[in-house]
């Protein structure tokens, strides 16, 4: 089974100024990874995911994570933020069939002006 | 056009009543779940359904039951409502449920037990 694991449930951040919400997964099998952004009173959308290839994945947003394969890890990045970016992030890992899904428990993102 | 729809958006009961939640995709997609939010934002899958038929059925107590009368439609039923059964539910589907795929959620039915 995998486990996902975000240490940091909340992050202040002033605006402009770069973040990272960290992430890191258990998994004994190949597995996907996937970051989703809940705004206030809203349902989750996909940021990014990492499936294959190149470990640097770029999202929308401006957002990017890097799959660290050796450290277990799926950091997502920004370089500067905005009041917009003010949300709920969750990380999230499946298995290559999909009937091993799960989220992490989520970082709550609130930039400051 | 909204992607994936529940209704309603809000919903307040009574201990022991019975509730549906129900959902609809405009999408095409093959599969569709249910995920409960609790007030700490912590999510859990609770259900998935791949052309009608149940994949996942996570730790779930019986009372809560899924019912997909075709492949657009996802409701949830729930009996007997306990004060624990109050959180934000989201709806979601994606192409199938192998896992590279994108999940598309709706805006969530907030349940209030009291």
């Known amino acids: 089974a995998q486990s996902v694991t975000q240490l940091d449930s909340q992050v202040p951040v002033f605006e402009e100024a770069p973040v990272e919400l960290r992430c890191n997964y258990s998994?004994?099998?190949?597995?996907?990874l996937f970051w989703y952004v809940q705004y206030p009173n809203q349902g989750l959308q996909l940021l990014l995911k990492y499936l294959s290839g190149s470990t640097l994945v770029k999202g929308i947003n401006g957002f990017e994570a890097e799959f660290n394969k050796s450290q277990t890890s799926f950091h997502l990045r920004k370089p500067s933020v905005h009041i917009s970016d003010t949300a709920e992030y969750f990380c999230a890992v499946s298995d290559l069939t999909g009937n091993q899904f799960y989220f992490g428990t989520g970082t709550s993102l609130t930039v400051i002006p | 056009d909204t992607a994936v729809s529940q209704t309603p958006k809000y919903l307040v009961t009574q201990m022991g009543n019975d509730k549906s939640i129900k959902c609809e995709q405009n999408?095409?997609?093959?599969?569709m779940y249910w995920y409960k939010q609790d007030s700490k934002k912590f999510l859990k899958i609770m259900f998935s359904y791949n052309n009608k038929e149940l994949i996942i059925n996570e730790t779930v107590p019986n009372r809560f039951s899924p019912k997909s009368p075709d492949k657009a439609h996802l409701n949830l039923h729930i009996n007997s409502l306990e004060l624990g059964d109050s959180a934000v539910y989201f709806c979601?589907?994606?192409?199938?449920?192998?896992?590279?795929?994108?999940?598309?959620f709706g805006p969530g039915t907030r349940l209030t037990v009291t």
């Open positions: 998994s004994s099998v190949s597995v996907y």
């Open positions: 999408l095409g997609h093959d599969t």
């Open positions: 979601a589907s994606s192409h199938g449920l192998a896992g590279s795929y994108e999940q598309y």
